[in-house]
């Protein structure tokens, strides 16, 4: 069964983030842990494939549990290489159908990325800080996703992620995930959660 899910390559340079976030990190991160949950998608892909040739579904809750683990880490890790750009390039909305949004959501941009960053640092182990349009409610709201799956709102569309498992940081922060998380606002490229949130309030 030929492969489904492909690694992106990265829109920047690997060193593009520093000094906010190091070189070592983005190789790593891309290279090495993106590319294990692309490979693992594919693989239970491949096996779930296999099962129905053969009838034996023994595995299904083990093959269902690991597709959803990695092609949601494949998916969100693909967004967080594009919300970021590097700090000469990163420029906050001062106007628009996103800023007016947050306005009406959270009060002010200042207000959502204080509830966001308290979410992230509050991630209980492994995972993500996340910024999503909830089409039933029209409304963005703040989520904080265990893993790459859990803790998820069905239907929610993904605007911006932050990722917080330990090996988007460990190098240059250690265990200072606050410290990352605070300097992440230096790197974010605003201007392409601008364009996802004008593609999803228009589905």
Not at 1 to 11: E, G, H, R, T
Not at 55 to 72: E, Q, V
Not at 86 to 106: C, I, M, R, Y
């Amino acid at each position: 069964m030929p492969d489904v899910y492909v690694l992106p390559d990265l829109p920047y340079a690997y060193n593009a983030l520093e000094p906010y976030m190091d070189e070592a990190t983005v190789r790593l991160h891309h290279d090495k842990h993106h590319a294990a949950y692309v490979a693992g998608a594919n693989s239970a892909l491949a096996k779930l494939d296999d099962a129905r040739k053969s009838g034996n579904f023994d595995s299904i809750r083990a093959l269902s549990t690991a597709l959803s683990f990695h092609a949601s880490g494949h998916a969100l890790h693909s967004l967080f290489w594009t919300v970021m750009c590097p700090h000469s390039e990163s420029k906050e909305p001062t106007s628009g159908a996103f800023l007016e949004q947050v306005n009406k959501d959270f009060g002010s941009l200042e207000l959502l990325k204080k509830q966001l960053s308290a979410a992230s640092k509050a991630v209980e182990g492994s995972g993500w800080g996340m910024l999503a349009w909830e089409p039933m409610a029209k409304k963005l709201i703040v989520l904080q996703v265990e893993n790459h799956q859990k803790l998820m709102v069905q239907g929610a569309v993904p605007m911006f992620v932050l990722d917080v498992w330990e090996h988007a940081y460990y190098i240059k922060y250690q265990n200072k995930r606050a410290d990352y998380v605070d300097n992440f606002w230096n790197i974010v490229k605003w201007r392409e959660v601008e364009k996802i949130f004008d593609a999803a309030v228009r589905v």
